[in-house]
């Protein structure tokens, strides 16, 4: 055989495993095992119980373990005690923390919920770059964790009558904003009411924005923390949720809070700005949300087409076959956004909306293919088609993500960029 | 007046003034709300339609079915899945000639469901397995067998049946009978979903006209008048489908079916998106037509399966 031939036949033998562009570093993949040997043998048998009983009682003993091996403080810079590189996030971005997000949500996506808005409670500390809110809060988390008392963040813009307005540019200049924070010596007078604030009932660290100036609006929303026990802070109503059901939503009242100046992050007015770029970061994990539910659907639809002896049958291999290109499809641009860093709108956008498109497609096949068995409660198909619709809506409704794509695709926007060309 | 326009009055008012209100609590299993129903089917004779006058029934051709259940799904598509497994469970038991009791509240399994979906007043399922018929009482199922719930029409009793559950057989339909009453079922069963999401763009059209969102009501905006006048077509294609299907042959009532069953599930999925983060919430009520309208789309062997099977039939 010649060298040519041999060479051939190594080509053809080992296709696709010579370089591929998503090999991880070795520590990431390594804890990416660890968790979904976690999820597996800890979360998985008390999967239907968390969803059965959301509304009763909070996984803490969950988010104590998530603590243990790093899930609340992973992406902590090191010199607030956390665990991640601050040169991670310009290599990287949120790939490493994103792929953790999307082992939890292969066996729940609530949980995977409780720690992805977490994550994005802590985002507007860590990109505003204050370093006193930082050295405040962050360390507080950290050292939190490390004591087995583990504190958890929330992240609340959403308001009763301005849900998609925070999250779009031009709905939030005409936003009925109802938080609005009176500046008094040394602090802040809080009042208003915040909605579907995922981890809201559970959080210590609330990063919460609010106008500053009626008149306005928007322009001067800014960032506080507000903690647990600061009176005139309570929870209202707790939402009970189609799905998603292990992560509580809850209603945030602010009766006269006093919100010390030194809770506030970054500078007054800044919040607009946080906010989005929260929302860019945080929009692509989403994505990986959403793809865990719809890989764990098709892993359950395929155990399902074995059982029944259908695999072999070419129908079968095609509908899979379509599924699972719409996931590895999806797949590669939420990577993408995910490695971006700073954040693209356009990109962000992209991966949130098609990612959970994809896998509302793919969740609503693989029950109508189970038929009977597709339906039935306690199957975890049924739960991955409850859970998966959501990420369509929170973070921006897919609308709002067309709306953001179309605000900062070159070429599509006003700043007469010229169109993108590949 | 004649007894059709009778009847759909009687189901419209019942509708507005009853079922909408009972719905949420039929859905938790309120025994009080099926029972509530169950009286008044007995009053407007309602749970004999199906049946031939001469039977004692009251002999609804099948328009007049699919218009009945699309009312009734509207506002509970759980009571008018249990009232169609009742309506199925009748008609085999009239093609084997068996005397249908008028008292008696039947559920079937293997026309609709693999599984037996009954409102919780059953007295009898009829199962169909490859066209052996047999007679399984209430309480046989209540004792014997596995009881499982499913995403969608809850309220309704759901049992797999077991080797352990007593069947009295009643007879056997041939092939050409069995499939028609399967496919008359089927098409049935997409009126309920016709309903369900008519009520759901009713829902989200409300919704359109109150919410605001960037300093107009949302209705004013292009993507949402967009995405309503997709809903709207959606059901009036579905609606259309289903009706004449009824008057069709089984392969039209099986495309029917199927296309039905996918466009109202996309309707819901809609639905649920206009509403945003309130319509994913269980106060309000889209929430459970999208359970509902997905359930009803996989029921049996799913769309997918079903517009497979209409062609391969046909090659046999």
């Given amino acids: 055989m010649s060298l040519r031939d041999k060479l051939l036949n190594f080509l053809y033998t080992h296709r696709g495993f010579i370089k591929d562009p998503c090999r991880l570093p070795r520590h990431v993949e390594k804890k990416r095992q660890e968790v979904r040997h976690w999820a597996e043998e800890e979360i998985l048998p008390v999967v239907e119980e968390l969803d059965r009983r959301a509304k009763e009682e909070f996984p803490w003993e969950i988010v104590r373990k998530g603590a243990e091996i790093g899930l609340l403080t992973d992406l902590i810079p090191r010199t607030f005690g956390g665990g991640g590189r601050l040169l991670d996030f310009f290599r990287h971005g949120t790939l490493h923390g994103a792929l953790i997000i999307e082992e939890l949500s292969k066996v729940c996506p609530g949980v995977a919920v409780i720690f992805g808005a977490h994550m994005l409670g802590l985002l507007p500390i860590l990109l505003s770059m204050d370093f006193k809110a930082g050295r405040r809060f962050l360390s507080r988390v950290t050292d939190a964790a490390r004591s087995g008392k583990p504190e958890l963040c929330a992240f609340a813009i959403t308001e009763p009558a301005a849900g998609s307005d925070a999250e779009d540019t031009h709905g939030a200049r005409r936003a009925k904003l109802l938080t609005y924070a009176k500046k008094k010596d040394g602090y802040y007078v809080l009042n208003g009411r915040k909605c579907f604030i995922s981890n809201g009932s559970v959080a210590s660290i609330i990063t919460v924005f609010a106008a500053t100036d009626k008149e306005k609006g928007i322009d001067s929303w800014t960032c506080f923390v507000v903690e647990r026990g600061m009176k005139g802070f309570s929870v209202g109503r707790i939402e009970d949720k189609m799905g998603q059901r292990a992560s509580p939503a809850a209603e945030l009242i602010f009766e006269d809070v006093k919100v010390p100046s030194a809770n506030r992050v970054g500078r007054e007015g800044e919040g607009w700005k946080l906010n989005l770029l929260t929302l860019d970061t945080s929009r692509p994990p989403v994505g990986f949300i959403a793809l865990g539910a719809a890989q764990h659907a098709v892993r359950k639809g395929l155990e399902y087409a074995e059982k029944e002896g259908l695999l072999r049958d070419r129908h079968v291999q095609h509908i899979f076959a379509d599924m699972l290109m719409k996931i590895e499809a999806a797949r590669t641009v939420v990577w993408r956004a995910c490695s971006t860093f700073p954040p693209v709108s356009w990109l962000s956008a992209t991966a949130k909306c098609f990612a959970s498109d994809v896998a509302m497609d793919v969740c609503s096949r693989v029950v109508d293919f189970m038929g009977d068995e597709g339906v039935k409660v306690g199957n975890e198909v049924e739960k991955a088609f409850r859970d998966v619709k959501l990420t369509q809506i929170y973070e921006g409704t897919n609308q709002i993500q067309r709306l953001s794509f179309a605000e900062d695709y070159p070429g599509l926007n006003r700043k007469n960029k010229p169109f993108r060309v590949f | ?316």
């Fill in chain 2, 1 to 316: 007046m004649n007894l059709y326009q009778q009847i759909a009055g009687a189901v419209e008012s019942f509708v507005k003034r009853e079922l909408t209100e009972l719905s949420a609590d039929m859905e938790k299993g309120d025994v009080d709300a099926w029972e509530r129903c169950r009286k008044w089917l007995h009053e407007t004779v309602l749970h004999l339609a199906p049946l031939s006058e001469e039977h004692g029934g009251v002999g609804l051709g099948e328009q007049e079915l699919c218009g009945v259940l699309l009312e009734l799904g509207k506002a509970s598509a759980s009571f008018a899945v249990a009232l169609l497994s009742h309506y199925a469970g009748i008609y085999v038991l009239q093609s084997l000639n068996v005397t249908v009791d008028r008292n008696m509240f039947y559920a079937s399994a293997g026309l609709l469901s693999h599984h037996v979906i009954a409102a919780p007043f059953i007295h009898n399922a009829v199962v169909v397995e490859a066209g052996r018929v047999e007679l399984v009482t209430g309480d046989q199922l209540r004792e014997r067998s596995n009881q499982v719930a499913l995403l969608g029409l809850q309220g309704c009793s759901v049992f797999v049946t077991t080797s352990d559950v007593h069947a009295k057989e009643l007879g056997e339909l041939n092939l050409h009978e069995q499939k028609h009453i399967y496919a008359r079922v089927q098409n049935l069963l997409a009126a309920v979903a016709v309903g369900n999401a008519m009520d759901a763009l009713r829902i989200a059209e409300g919704y359109a006209n109150e919410r605001y969102q960037g300093g107009d009501v949302i209705i004013r905006h292009g993507i949402v008048q967009e995405i309503l006048g997709r809903m709207k077509a959606k059901v009036l294609l579905s609606e259309a489908g289903v009706l004449k299907a009824a008057a069709g042959g089984t392969e039209d009532k099986l495309m029917a079916r199927a296309l039905a069953a996918v466009l109202c599930e996309e309707v819901c999925v809609d639905a649920v998106q206009l509403l945003g983060g309130y319509g994913y919430m269980k106060d309000y009520v889209v929430e459970r037509k999208l359970r509902d309208a997905k359930t009803i789309a996989a029921l049996d062997r799913g769309s997918t399966a079903l517009f497979k099977q209409v062609i391969e039939e046909k090659l046999l």
